[in-house]
């Protein structure tokens, strides 16, 4: 039976400690010649377009997700009241609902544009990982908030018979 010495001071503890307390590798793809100072100042500028982006965005946001069907349904009692045509004014709302998606479209795609500038400029191979899973974050609110619109649309004209669920899911 060969008998082991306990761990002490010896250099695997001290190499696995050094591992620990090491400040992280950069995540982005980083060239050997750039001071991490520089990718530090892409980070900060990256998260500062993403959150600018997400406050213009948030207002687009909240009035897309507003068209919901009992907005709709509003929407065509008073243009009913008014005598106007309810036809006309929900396609109205639904029309400037489509347009704020278009323009939420656009500050993403600028966004889109400013990152992979500032990477470029840096002379990073890509994104750092954060504005990307940001990017993916928005892209992702701007889908669901497509879906709720047309959501809202088809449950105004048809009714929301199939919309419930009827059984749980394990998931």
Do not use: F
């Not at 008014?82 to 609902?97: I, M, N």
């Not at 489509?98 to 500050?107: A, F, M, P, S, V």
């Not at 088809?154 to 394990?170: I, L």
């Amino acid at each position: 039976m060969t008998r082991r010495r306990p761990l002490g001071s010896g250099t695997a503890l001290r190499g696995a400690l050094d591992r620990l307390t090491a400040p992280p590798a950069p995540t982005a793809r980083q060239p050997e010649w750039l001071p991490n100072s520089a990718l530090q100042d892409v980070v900060e500028a990256s998260r500062s377009l993403v959150e600018a982006c997400t406050e213009r965005v948030a207002a687009l946001e909240e009035k897309v997700l507003s068209a919901d069907c009992d907005e709709l349904r509003e929407i065509a009692s008073e243009a009913r009241r008014e005598g106007r045509s309810p036809v006309d004014a929900v396609d109205a709302a639904v029309r400037s609902a489509l347009e704020d998606l278009g323009r939420w479209e656009e500050e993403l795609a600028g966004l889109a544009a400013a990152l992979v500038e500032r990477s470029t400029r840096a002379g990073l191979a890509g994104l750092h990982p954060d504005a990307v899973d940001a990017g993916k974050g928005l892209d992702e609110r701007l889908e669901w908030a497509r879906v709720e619109l047309l959501r809202a649309v088809a449950e105004y004209h048809h009714g929301s018979a199939g919309h419930q669920r009827r059984t749980p899911r394990p998931w």
